[in-house]
């Protein structure tokens, strides 16, 4: 096995750098004197949710006649959407978000997505994920950059620089590819597994081999660091979490996201460094059997709105400034195929939570179900531009310059914004 392999076993497959009570020291006079940092998380739904389940048109008279079988009925009625205002409602498998709505803290923008026409999902997710749409040869993607821009980041040597951007998953997303580390968490119960290197013998060995201060060395000595300070901070969660699940005495918690929800809300409240996050979920790609309000779309909401209540309520008085963006490669087709499912689409819904967010609100300008207003008349036309609502996140919510915003968006203009009258983010 080679050296770089080696280092790569035991981070996880991420670099590195420290995190928790070291880092807070190390806090940056800066981002000290700004008061609490701005936290941002991105959850990316991969397989293309259909955003017309999510937050239903139910007012649009075309909505049912493309959707006989799949569409919600209108609130009120059996198996109805939850009432969002007199145009919109939500799905009910999502009803854990709705006190989040009703205090203003939620909010969506509906027909937004990428301007890229393109139903690949390898494509379509490179191109969002990379902010660059259509546009293959971007080497980095927009959370790496964003994290560049940072002030702590920005001005510390890679070397010494805290860990301010979490990734929970099995790989490095393409979002976070870059010059810029990022520790990588994983998911579920793999999120407190003891690795190689926790053997003290082998780790006694690797610390020995890796104790000068060559380059190679100074990531391996900071990534193992980082990788003390997460396990610890998980293992004192975990003695928590064990304490709770006897308090319920046996009743099953929910698993998947909302666990990894609440983990990274703990972890992101009790290490004030911590300014970025990202969590991939699949199961959305419903070309068959979608359902309505139960069913198979409905199975993958439930835990989504579960999980990220218990985000926002994990996060506890941190969540008024963090701004928690939902989003998907696209959408799916407006009518109904003949599997009882939903194709490839163009235009989707945009979910926003947090302190900054002017919930209680579907922001952007709705085209409408009638077939000329659709794209290709067959998918919900793309009114707003993903890039918009993160560049209001960045400037308003972030604090970056126009400058910084160039290099966090290339290629994107404010002549060609889209979306450009949202007011998602409160400045």
């Known amino acids: 096995m080679q050296r770089r392999t080696l280092i790569r076993a035991a981070v996880s497959g991420a670099t590195t750098l420290a995190i928790g009570p070291h880092a807070l020291a190390a806090k940056s006079l800066e981002t000290a004197n700004a008061g609490s940092p701005r936290r941002l998380v991105v959850v990316f ?18 909505y049912a006649a493309h959707r006989p079988d799949i569409g919600l009925q209108a609130p009120g009625k059996d198996g109805g959407a939850l009432p969002l ?21 939620l909010g969506f923008v509906h027909a937004c997505g990428s301007p890229d026409p393109t139903r690949s999902h390898f494509d379509a ?40 951007a979490i990734s929970v998953g099995p790989v490095l997303p393409r979002i976070y590819a870059g010059p810029q580390a990022v520790a990588n968490l994983a998911s579920g119960n793999a999120a407190t597994k003891p690795d190689v290197l926790d053997r003290p013998k082998v780790g006694a060995a ?37 304490e709770m699940a006897a308090a319920n005495n046996g009743a099953p918690l929910p698993n998947g996201f909302p666990a990894d929800a ?45 999980g990220l209540a218990a ?8 969540f008024e400034d963090t701004v928690v963006l939902v989003m998907s490669e696209f959408g799916r087709t407006v009518r109904q195929n003949g599997n009882g499912g939903t194709d490839h689409g163009h235009g989707n819904v945009l979910w926003a939570l947090g302190g900054p967010v002017q919930g209680g609100k579907v922001h952007g300008h709705w085209p409408g179900l009638d077939t000329s207003a659709l794209y290709e008349e067959r998918d919900l036309a793309v009114t707003t531009d993903f890039r918009s609502v993160v560049a209001q ?8 310059s126009d400058r910084q915003l160039t290099s966090l968006l290339p290629g994107f203009s404010q ?13």
Request: aromatic share 4%; glycine share 10%; hydrophobic share 35%.
């Open 45 to 62: 739904l991969r397989g293309a949710v259909d955003g017309l389940s999510v937050v239903v048109p139910h007012s649009d008279p075309q």
């Open 85 to 105: 205002d007199n145009r919109f409602g939500l799905h009910p498998a999502l009803a854990p978000l709705l006190p989040l709505w009703d205090a203003g803290r």
């Open 125 to 164: 997710q490179d191109y969002m994920e990379s902010a660059t749409p259509g546009r293959k040869t971007t080497a980095d993607g927009w959370m790496n950059r964003l994290l560049g821009q940072l002030p702590s980041r920005k001005d510390s040597p890679p070397s010494q620089a805290p860990t301010q």
């Open 206 to 242: 690797f610390d020995r081999m890796y104790a000068s201060s060559d380059a190679i060395s100074s990531a391996y000595q900071a990534s193992r660091q980082a990788h003390r300070e997460v396990m610890q901070s998980l293992s004192n969660e975990e003695d928590v979490t064990k």
């Open 262 to 306: 609440a983990r990274l809300a703990r972890l992101m409240r009790n290490d004030g460094q911590v300014q970025l996050a990202f969590m991939a979920l699949g199961g959305w790609d419903t070309h068959a059997n979608q359902g309505n309000a139960t069913g198979q779309l409905a199975n993958r909401l439930q835990p989504l709105g579960q």
């Open 311 to 318: 985000l926002a309520q994990g996060l506890g008085p941190v």
């Open 393 to 400: 996140v960045a400037t308003r919510h972030m604090r970056l």
């Open 415 to 427: 002549a060609s914004l889209q979306g450009g009258n949202l007011s998602l983010i409160t400045g």
